[in-house]
């Protein structure tokens, strides 16, 4: 954008200010028009000749295996090379990209203490809706009243009997709710004060076929840690991916900082990075924060992983964007990701033989009395973790960031993935003329408002739309803050009129709701492009 | 809230009056900002930015072309009779001339394309789209002065019927609706728009000792007014000896850049003081514009910057032939003459009908620069040739498009 401006100012410069000195100039005869041809001639040969031998010093360097990330064997300087920042000095060998693309939206209501706070939550629930592609009525096995320990089974899929859902905490069930079309929505316990754990015989690594520790991560639950690209599903049992990747930084608004999640629980992380490498025929990739200039990523230390440091704005934690520039997902390709917390789960499972599922959530949002880190397990309920800590009357409790979270009410639970709960302001208020002179500052990517001029500012959102949905009109401003090789505006097209070979062409495949939220934050037209996305990828599994 | 209770209380009903009901929709959510809020499902948090806002930031950016293309009208109109000839002479009169002459056609614009847009928008049941403030914000600046309105009139309906409803409203149409209307103009109307007669306002022929036509308005509100307050007033005059009104352009063909400069300076050229469409001719103006859309981001820099890349090589090897007075011309006043700035400004960069791609873009943008300075040097029949130039671009705009899209197909099977 800023070099855009400078070279077209140098232009209009040039041309205003050359013009006297050349005005002498006459236009020129046919002989120098001859010789100008000649001269553009042999530049295009010599052009030609180099480009030739570039493509041939390539062509050897793929056959003798040379990684062209790592070595650059062209003759030419790579574009980024000469204009991108170096990357920082304890990145040391490993691969660095550094993204330029992306918005970091600044929010009040961030978290200005470390500390870990113990939550009071008692209810907890684990739910079938965040596992997508099971049945929508899997078989219950626990009823209303009964006492589980934590690692017990809950429910499974009757389509896919070997694969156990089991409950995050000890307790008594209290509630199994229904949804639409009778289709089980929640499985609630009421958790115990102090949790018990159903002991599990974990096998050693060194003396187990991956067939066997497949079954023995399907009957325990683990499994279920698991997350599938494309589509976001929970794997086959039969699937083998070619990769598997974990992004150990999260950008998003707000998103809490990974590195309290990995304290005291070395071992255990180690421990899961090692059975994910059983599992697949890749590598296991770990995605590292090199946003700072001081190391401050508590994940270098890990073996069995390869290390792929990241910078910039977000999306760059998404695990979706790392993937793209590690090793992108080819239309025939199955690739596992997953989260640090699932990570350590897993290798609690082996390494203390109990299926922990506790998780540190951080309470986000302006509008929080105290916004804080606490303690608690997967599924917990949301109003009761923000108990007396909301200071509005009219709010919204998002599971997640606000970016690709979910709205959730007061009866609302953590969804299965989420570390994170942001409280906005609901913005269900008309603005007199809020789309020419708006009075309260409000985040935006555009600089026709005045505080760009202030990138640090933290603003304090609300969840008004800011104007309402029109046809696509302008382009490009997607690109700007989506970091891949993807055209999202054509992608959504595609998916609107259904071409399913051109949906996945463009890259529908190496895309899911997080990495477009961005896209759909900054659209001028307000178009529900997750919604969208997730509409294709739906319509694309169904072709599978 | 007083006013939010009075457009409670006053909205009509959607069923009943449809038409009334998109009206009071277009002037309510012009003045408040709609409550909806997000859907829950997708993001929850919304950029500020939305297509009102993009829209009247380009008009923000036209500002000055109106005011200065007002006050042009008024001053290339007393210059034809040699009466204050100097830039800052009767400068009240000046505007006031101007200004009788464009305000009705930015007023005939928009009644027009708003009143088809909201039929239009009522009949298909949705809210009315914001894409004709800039249309009809551009059509007033790239008209003749003197142009009649019912000419005008026609070629907007012609321009939003044809080139933009038909293809599904705001978003969806292939040519860009201003230079649309300029171009039936141009090819129903010649006379209208073409030739050295028509630069210049107030006069049917510009022909040595042609007598000033002044109008009802001039005539019997504005002049007693004038002389109740005692000032200066429009005094009926003829055509001074030597005016032509020829446009640069005009007189490049015939002379090239020696007969141009006997007529005009290139500081007269540069800041805009010379017959042309209304919003043309001020480069200082337009490039201030065209800065501001870059600085907000709402323009694309990679258009304007291709645009001029392209028209320069191409005034290069042009100048390199040199086989007519105008291909003579040395490249950079090829940039004094004409609409280059406006069109690379504000026509070629509408992010509907422009590339949609970054690649396209840079595409489009060369073939944009190259071919309106092939048409404008070489083709005798036009005497400018971005706007048939962004058209030609315009209907090639997918085209590109479909084949950086391809490429990145290809690019990504290939990896499978």
Redesign the interface.
């Known amino acids: 954008m800023n070099k855009g401006i400078k070279l077209f100012a140098f232009i209009a410069c040039l041309v205003f200010s050359v013009s006297p000195l050349a005005a002498q100039t006459s236009g020129g005869s046919n002989k120098g028009f001859i010789i100008g041809l000649i001269v553009a001639g042999a530049i295009l040969l010599l052009w030609a000749i180099i480009s030739i031998t570039d493509n041939l010093l390539q062509i050897e360097a793929n056959k003798a295996g040379i990684d062209p990330e790592k070595e650059n064997m062209s003759l030419f300087p790579k574009f980024k090379d000469l204009f991108s920042k170096g990357a920082p000095a304890y990145v040391q060998d490993n691969h660095f990209v550094r993204l330029n693309k992306g918005f970091d939206i600044k929010l009040a209501g961030g978290i200005s203490d470390e500390s870990i706070h113990d939550a009071a939550v008692t209810r907890f629930s684990l739910s079938p809706y965040n596992f997508r592609g099971i049945s929508p009525i899997p078989k219950v096995v626990v009823a209303v009243g009964d006492e589980v320990k934590a690692g017990d089974v809950l429910f499974f899929d009757k389509k896919n009997p070997d694969v156990k859902y089991v409950s995050p905490v000890s307790g008594e069930i209290v509630d199994i709710q229904r949804g639409a079309k009778r289709s089980i929505s929640d499985v609630i316990i009421m958790a115990d004060k102090e949790q018990q754990f159903a002991t599990i015989e974990a096998p050693s690594l060194d003396a187990i076929s991956r067939d066997e520790l497949v079954a023995f991560m399907a009957s325990s639950g683990a499994w279920t840690l698991l997350n599938q690209r494309p589509y976001d599903v929970l794997p086959e049992l039969t699937d083998v991916p070619r990769d598997i990747f974990i992004s150990t930084f999260d950008t998003a608004p707000l998103a809490p900082d990974s590195k309290l999640f990995i304290q005291g629980n070395e071992a255990a992380f180690q421990k899961g990075v090692d059975v994910l490498n059983h599992l697949t025929e890749g590598k296991v990739h770990l995605g590292l924060d090199a946003r700072s200039s001081k190391s401050n990523s508590a994940y270098a230390g890990f073996e069995n992983a390869a290390k792929h440091y990241f910078a910039g704005p977000h999306p760059a934690g998404n695990v979706g964007i790392q993937i793209h520039h590690i090793n992108p997902i080819g239309l025939n390709d199955k690739v596992w990701t997953l989260n640090v917390q699932d990570v350590i789960t897993l290798g609690k499972i082996f390494t203390e033989g109990k299926y922990d599922a506790s998780r540190i959530v951080a309470l986000t949002g302006a509008e929080l009395k105290e916004p804080k880190y606490v303690r608690t397990y997967q599924g917990a309920n949301i109003a009761e973790l923000l108990k007396d800590n909301v200071d509005s009357n009219n709010y919204r409790m998002v599971s997640g960031d606000v970016l690709s979270g979910t709205a959730k009410n007061g009866e609302g639970f953590l969804d299965l993935k989420d570390d994170q709960v942001t409280v906005v302001e609901e913005g269900d208020q008309y603005e007199a003329f809020g789309w020419l002179a708006p009075i309260a500052p409000r985040p935006s990517v555009s600089n026709t408002y005045p505080w760009f001029l202030y990138p640090n500012y933290k603003h304090r959102a609300n969840t008004n739309t800011h104007g309402e949905k029109r046809a696509f009109v302008v382009t490009g401003q997607y690109e700007n803050v989506l970091p891949m090789d993807i055209y999202p505006q054509f992608l959504m097209k595609s998916i609107m009129t259904q071409e399913i070979e051109k949906m996945e062409g463009l890259g529908l495949n190496e895309l899911t709701e997080e990495d477009v939220a961005l896209c759909e934050f900054v659209c001028t037209s307000k178009a529900p492009l997750q919604e969208l996305l997730r509409e294709g990828l739906d319509y694309a599994r169904a072709q599978q | 809230m007083g006013?939010?209770d009075i457009f409670k209380k006053i909205e009509p009903d959607k069923k009943k009056s449809p038409i009334l009901h998109t009206l009071f929709d277009a002037v309510f959510?012009f003045?408040?900002?709609?409550?909806?809020?997000?859907?829950?499902?997708?993001?929850?948090?919304?950029?500020?930015?939305?297509?009102?806002?993009?829209m009247?930031?380009v008009v923000l950016a036209l500002g000055g072309l109106f005011l200065f293309g007002a006050y042009n009208i008024g001053h290339q109109h007393f210059i034809a009779q040699g009466n204050y000839t100097g830039f800052l002479e009767a400068v009240g009169l000046k505007l006031i001339y101007g200004l009788v002459k464009l305000l009705p056609l930015f007023i005939v614009a928009n009644v027009v394309g708003l009143g088809i847009e909201i039929i239009t928008a009522a009949r298909k049941g949705h809210?009315v789209?914001?894409?004709f403030i800039v249309s009809g914000a551009l059509i007033p600046l790239i008209m003749p002065p003197d142009l009649p309105l019912w000419i005008l009139a026609v070629a907007v309906a012609f321009a939003v019927i044809i080139g933009k409803e038909a293809f599904?409203?705001?978003?969806?149409n292939i040519w860009n609706i201003a230079l649309l209307a300029r171009v039936f103009v141009f090819f129903a109307y010649p006379t209208t728009i073409a030739g050295d007669e028509v630069w210049v306002a107030g006069y049917e022929k510009l022909a040595e000792g042609a007598a000033t036509e002044y109008g009802f308005m001039i005539t019997s509100v504005i002049n007693p007014i004038l002389e109740a307050i005692g000032s200066i007033s429009f005094t009926p005059a003829v055509v001074a000896d030597g005016f032509t009104g020829a446009t640069p352009l005009s007189l490049a063909y015939q002379g090239?850049w020696d007969a141009v400069t006997q007529h005009y300076s290139?500081a007269q050229m540069?800041w805009g003081s010379i017959p042309g469409s209304i919003g043309e001719t001020s480069k200082p103006l337009i490039?201030l514009g065209a800065?501001f859309l870059?600085?907000?981001?709402?323009a694309?820099?990679?258009i304007?910057?291709s645009m001029?890349?392209g028209a320069?090589v191409m005034a290069m090897?042009l100048?390199?032939?040199?086989a007519s007075p105008m291909?003579?011309?040395?490249w950079?006043?090829q940039?004094?003459m004409g609409s280059f700035f406006f069109a690379m400004a504000f026509m070629a960069t509408d992010?509907?009908t422009?590339?949609?791609?970054?690649t396209g873009?840079w595409i489009y943008g060369i073939t944009i620069g190259a071919i309106g300075m092939i048409i404008r040097t070489i083709n005798p029949a036009y005497p400018e040739g971005w706007m048939l130039a962004i058209l030609f671009a315009n209907t090639f705009a997918p085209l590109i498009?479909h084949y950086?899209?391809q490429a990145?197909?290809t690019?990504?099977?290939k990896?499978?």
């Open positions: 006013l939010l959510t003045a408040y900002s709609p409550n909806t809020v997000t859907s829950g499902k997708g993001v929850h948090v919304r950029d500020g930015m939305d297509l009102k806002r993009q009247i930031h809210a789209e914001e894409g599904g409203g705001t978003g969806m090239g290139t540069f490039v800065l870059l600085i907000t981001g709402i694309s820099w990679r304007m910057l001029t890349i320069i090897i100048n390199a032939w040199g291909m003579t011309v040395p950079m006043y940039f004094y992010p509907v422009a590339s949609g791609t970054n873009k498009d950086v899209l990145n197909i690019k990504r099977l990896r499978a």
